[in-house]
């Protein structure tokens, strides 16, 4: 797809699913090569293993939420966001505001 134009209103966006997990792997580790300037290596192959272990938990359990963005039937873009449970005052066990 280097020279085709992409036309915006072919775009599908979909929620990713468990089925979707070497799909995330994949493009996580293309970010992160290209971002950190890292060829592929043994380090890289132990990160696949453990993002998809990751994902495998975190997407079942809500903890990870992705998004893809499909063209012809193949994904062109990923999303992403991690979930943290922040505590907040209803949590703290203390005399707050006494």
């Known amino acids: 797809m280097s020279e085709e134009k992409i036309s915006k209103n072919k775009i599908n966006y979909r929620r990713a699913n468990i089925d979707d997990v ?8 293309r ?3 290209e971002f950190y300037k890292h060829p592929e290596d043994n380090e890289t192959e132990i990160l696949k293993k453990e993002l998809k272990e990751y994902f495998s ?3 079942p359990s809500g903890d990870f939420i992705a998004w893809l963005a499909e063209y012809n039937g193949k994904v062109i873009g990923t999303s992403g ?3 943290w449970q922040m505590p907040h005052l209803r949590g703290i066990k203390s005399d707050l505001g006494r």
């Open 22 to 29: 070497d799909i995330l792997v994949n493009f996580r580790i």
């Open 31 to 33: 970010f992160l090569n």
């Open 57 to 59: 938990k975190a997407i």
């Open 81 to 83: 966001m991690v979930i």
